[in-house]
Nanobody, 123 residues
Framework: QVQLIESGGGLVQVGDSLRLSCAASGRTFSDDTLGWFRQAPGKEREFVSAIMWRASIRDYANSVKGRFTISRDNAKNTVYLQMNSLKPEDTAVYYC????????????????WGQGTQVTVSS
């Protein structure tokens, strides 16, 4: 079974940076998509970014474009989310997810989820 473990969250100030990591086990990715989602209190789960594993094609939500960067290390079976210029509205629980097969932004189409890591941006 695929297991995803996020790390790297924390409490930071406006303008700071964080790098989230998602270590995967149980599968070597090929024609799969790894995504990052976030959910703030009282809000729906929101797409943040995704990477199509084999082709390294990246996608970003408009709200984070230019500030966040998704990347992967295939040797470590790990995906990263570099978050720069953090804003209070970035505060949320961030989830790593894996979709077996083709690309999607929809959380309902993802097959595996990590436990989440809290990111809090204080003003």
């Amino acid at each position: 079974q695929v297991q995803l473990i996020e790390s790297g969250g924390g409490l930071v100030q406006v303008g700071d940076s964080l790098r989230l990591s998602c270590a995967a086990s149980g599968r070597t990715f090929s024609d799969d998509t790894l995504g990052w989602f976030r959910q703030a209190p009282g809000k729906e789960r929101e797409f943040v970014s995704a990477i199509m594993w084999r082709a390294s094609i990246r996608d970003y939500a408009n709200s984070v474009k230019g500030r966040f960067t998704i990347s992967r290390d295939n040797a470590k079976n790990t995906v990263y989310l570099q978050m720069n210029s953090l804003k209070p509205e970035d505060t949320a629980v961030y989830y790593c997810a894996a979709k077996l097969g083709y690309y999607s932004r929809s959380p309902s189409q993802y097959d595996y989820w990590g436990q989440g890591t809290q990111v809090t941006v204080s003003s």
